[in-house]
Structure formats: C-alpha cells, structure tokens
C-alpha cells in the first residue's frame, strides 16, 4: 500500500464496460511527512468516495482489481482508504 493526495479528476466518456460506473481520480504519491515523491502522478479507480484534495491510500498491481467489486476490471491502481489521520 502507498500514500498519496488526490490532486484532480479524470473524465472518460468512453472506457471499458468493466469501468462503467467508476470515479477515476489523479494521484500523486507522498511521502510519511506528506510530501509530494518524484514519482508521476497516476490515475487510480476510486473505491471509497475520496475527493480532490484528501490523503489517501492507494493499491497498485493485482491487488488494485482485487479492491475493485468486479475482479476482472482492468485496474492497474485504487484507492483503498481515505487517511483521517497519521502518527
């Protein structure tokens, strides 16, 4: 599992029918202090109800489909969690 920061939205009106019915969010990977990775942000399937601007945990690989209510969606990451807080 991996932090990042849901920093937009993407809007696809076509995409797999797997997809159909998805919010696809873009997440940019942080660090434990919370800062922004070198890493590019990505585009994840959310599975939780998270919304621009929220911490978040995110999965990537075959545990992203497996987070998904359809396990043969083609998902490469999803978010899992929304982060309330971290000490």
């Known amino acids: ?8 939205r993407v ?3 076509r995409k797999d029918e797997r997809l159909v019915g998805t919010k696809l969010l873009v997440t940019r990977p942080i660090g434990l202090d919370g ?5 590019q942000p ?7 109800g998270a919304g621009i601007g929220e911490k978040v945990i995110f999965v990537k690989g075959s545990m992203a489909s ?8 083609p ?3 999803a978010i899992v969690g929304i ?5």
């Not at 599992?1 to 937009?8: A, F, L, P």
């Not at 800062?35 to 890493?39: E, G, W």
């Open 11 to 13: 809007t696809a009106t």
């Open 35 to 39: 800062t922004p990775l070198d890493s």
């Open 42 to 48: 990505i585009i994840t399937v959310d599975t939780v």
């Open 66 to 73: 497996r987070a998904m209510h359809n396990k043969d969606a």
């Open 1 to 8: 599992m991996e932090m990042g920061i849901v920093v937009g």
């Open 75 to 77: 998902v490469d990451a």
């Open 83 to 87: 982060i309330d807080s971290l000490e």
